[in-house]
């Protein structure tokens, strides 16, 4: 039962973080397709919605 309780919050966590983690791949493919590795942070959201 102990086992199951941790197993089960580590499963959640783990999605929690992988799913923390894709809008910095998102922002890292989008510096990788512009070109523009001085832009910072902020400009990612900016140049996918140019994109889109």
């Known amino acids: 039962m102990i086992f ?4 089960s ?3 959640f966590v783990s999605h929690l973080l992988f799913y923390f983690s894709i ?3 998102m922002h890292s493919f989008i510096i ?3 070109g ?4 910072g ?3 990612g ?4 919605k140019k994109r889109l």
């Open 23 to 25: 809008p910095f791949y």
């Open 4 to 7: 199951f309780k941790y197993s």
């Open 9 to 11: 919050r580590v499963f």
């Open 36 to 39: 523009s590795m001085h832009k």
């Open 41 to 43: 942070y902020k400009d």
């Open 45 to 48: 959201p900016l140049l996918y």
């Open 32 to 34: 990788m397709n512009t």
